[in-house]
């Protein structure tokens, strides 16, 4: 028999999914240079506002209240060529699998589809700022 999985249904589930996408994003041999390299991503400081952020957009909470496609514009001027359409296939990819390990329901639904308007809205934004000069980076793959 199938085991069931829960629903998203609290703010402590997001940050459940939040931290084991993170383990899984920043070792991405595709992604993970992008978060640990060019970011430098903390990730103790990082994990309870995007909680917070997917809790706001999944559940209403309203603990969110920062700007979610700043960092992103900054992080794309910081790498060489820029954020690619590849990394947030990538991201989205991940994101969706990690959800599905762990959740099913319509929230978890709504989780995966707002992944999707998030990647696609930020890739499109991206596409008018500047990019770092290109340099050798990471292999393609």
Request: charged share 20%; proline share 6%.
């Amino acid at each position: 028999m199938t085991e069931v999985l829960p629903d998203i249904e609290t703010t402590a589930d997001c940050e459940q999914l939040v931290r084991a996408f993170y383990g899984k994003a920043m070792a991405d041999e595709q992604i993970g240079w992008l978060f640990t390299d060019v970011a430098q991503l903390d990730l103790e400081a990082h994990v309870p506002v995007i909680a917070a952020f997917w809790a706001t957009n999944l559940l209403g909470t309203k603990s969110y209240g920062g700007g979610a496609f700043g960092p992103h514009a900054r992080l794309h001027e910081k790498v060489p060529g820029g954020l690619r359409k590849e990394h947030f296939e990538r991201w989205l990819v991940l994101w969706c699998q990690t959800v599905d390990e762990s959740y099913d329901g319509p929230i978890a639904a709504a989780a995966k589809v707002h992944a999707l308007r998030l990647a696609n809205a930020f890739y499109g934004r991206v596409q008018m700022y500047p990019v770092a000069d290109e340099a050798p980076g990471p292999a393609a793959g």
